[in-house]
């Protein structure tokens, strides 16, 4: 079965640049990790393939070798770099299936490779290859979100979390065979070579089920040939004061495992903040309003303010107008950058007025008025 385009899996078009490519990898990657959907097999076959096209379409020299042959191999990739510099008359017919499927002609149906390998042997010949082994590849990332509350983000906190991870496969130690004898492809029936159409001719190409060779070594049975298997496993995480939405905290070691050796990924948490009742936050610095009675901004007071680590006195001199800010120093949250510092606490008052007035109090406050004829709005003009 032909394998889908890359750029159709990725959904770009063939001159996508890079920071398309990723960001249209990140945004599937996301719909189809199987930490999202757990147990969804289609899910997980969806999100190897796009890590497949993204792997191949992000690297430069993979991708040239794709644009050219429709499909990648570091066979392909050998191959691509020993034409260069070849005269026309050097070139490898061996790419073009010369088949009766092809031409027409009425002959037995040997390919034209076949032909010059019985006759010349060399580059065309067919050779008993033995089926490759995977090479190590470290573990892939693990990306998984959590969400805290205001609190939790500035003091910090210790949660214990269940990762759907992979762990390499303890039947085959992650090579994801038998190690028994090869056995024929089934995919290109034993010949190394798939057939792929490209307008009015057909092209042989290299079989990436079995790197060319014609033969497979049968899968393991526990992994079914991928090498690792899938584990739930409860992995403690301390987040550090100061986090925000979008940080991400990293845990070494703990993404899916890596093959024949190689270093597992890593864990990468995500952080989401609620909201609080009252306490705003604009990077390391804390706002909170509080209320004023008039005597309180007028004569001067002292009150408690919250911040979040308690309760704290604050001085409000006389004559304080309502939007007035005031500043607790180190008050704040802690900078994830900077251990030792941290922001301050930015308190602004508002003065209220009381909803109900005795006629002793409307007296005081005409006797006031009388007293104080000032007019604020003098500085604007206004009578």
Same mark, same amino acid.
């Given at each position: 079965m032909a394998k889908e385009d890359y750029y159709q899996v990725l959904g770009v078009k063939r001159d996508a640049k890079p920071e398309e490519l990723k960001k249209a990898y990140r945004r599937l990657a996301r719909k189809y990790h199987p930490d999202v959907n757990p147990g969804d097999k289609a899910a997980e076959e969806r999100f190897k393939l796009i890590t497949e096209a993204h792997d191949v379409l992000s690297d430069p020299k993979k991708r040239g070798v794709y644009d050219r042959f429709g499909q990648y191999s570091d066979n392909l990739a050998e191959s691509a770099t020993s034409t260069k510099g070849r005269r026309p008359s050097d070139f490898d017919f061996a790419g073009f299936d010369w088949s009766t499927s092809a031409s027409g002609s009425s002959n *037995?149906? %040997? *390919?034209?490779?076949?032909?010059? =390998?019985?006759?010349?042997?060399? =580059?065309?010949?067919?050779?008993?290859? $033995? !089926? !490759?082994?995977?090479?190590?590849? /470290? #573990? %892939?990332?693990?990306?998984?979100?959590?969400?805290?509350?205001?609190?939790?983000?500035?003091?910090?906190?210790?949660?214990?979390?269940?990762?759907?991870? *992979? $762990?390499?496969?303890? /039947?085959?130690?992650?090579? #994801?065979?038998?190690?028994? =004898?090869?056995?024929?492809? %089934?995919?290109c029936k &034993?010949?190394?070579?798939?057939?792929?159409?490209? &307008?009015?001719?057909?092209?042989?190409?290299?079989?990436? $089920?079995?790197?060319?060779?014609?033969k497979r070594r049968p899968p393991c049975p526990v992994c079914t040939g991928l090498g690792v298997v899938a584990k739930m496993e409860n992995v403690k995480v301390r987040i550090p004061a100061g986090v925000d939405t979008g940080s991400?905290?990293?845990?070494?070691?703990?993404? @899916?495992?890596?093959?024949?050796? =190689?270093?597992? #990924?890593?864990?990468?948490?995500?952080?989401?903040?609620?909201? @609080?009742?009252?306490?705003? /936050?604009?990077?390391?610095?804390?706002?909170?309003?509080?209320?004023?009675?008039?005597?309180?901004a007028a004569l001067g007071a002292k009150i408690e303010v919250p911040t979040v680590n308690g309760k704290a006195q604050l001085r409000i001199p006389?004559?304080?107008?309502?939007?007035?800010?005031?500043?607790?120093?180190?008050?704040?949250? !802690?900078?994830? /950058?900077?251990?030792?510092a941290r922001g301050d606490q930015f308190v602004e008052v508002q003065v209220t007025l009381p909803k109900v007035i005795s006629e002793e109090t409307k007296d005081l406050l005409r006797r006031y008025a009388?007293?104080?004829?000032?007019? !604020?709005?003098?500085?604007?003009?206004?009578e």
């Open positions: *037995s149906g %040997a *390919s034209f490779r076949d032909i010059f =390998a019985d006759l010349f042997g060399g =580059a065309g010949a067919k050779a008993e290859r $033995e !089926p !490759p082994r995977p090479n190590p590849t /470290r #573990g %892939a990332d693990i990306e998984m979100p959590l969400t805290l509350s205001f609190e939790e983000a500035v003091t910090g906190m210790t949660s214990n979390i269940t990762v759907n991870r *992979s $762990e390499q496969c303890p /039947r085959c130690n992650g090579a #994801g065979d038998t190690g028994g =004898a090869p056995v024929t492809c %089934a995919t &034993g010949t190394g070579q798939v057939s792929r159409a490209g &307008g009015r001719m057909r092209f042989a190409q290299e079989c990436q $089920e079995c790197s060319g060779t014609g991400r905290v990293r845990i070494l070691g703990k993404g @899916h495992s890596g093959r024949l050796g =190689a270093p597992p #990924g890593d864990l990468f948490i995500i952080t989401n903040v609620g909201r @609080h009742s009252y306490f705003t /936050r604009k990077g390391d610095n804390i706002y909170v309003t509080i209320p004023l009675t008039v005597p309180e006389p004559g304080t107008q309502s939007g007035q800010k005031f500043r607790l120093r180190e008050r704040g949250v !802690p900078s994830l /950058r900077n251990a030792q009388q007293m104080n004829p000032e007019n !604020p709005r003098v500085a604007m003009g206004l």
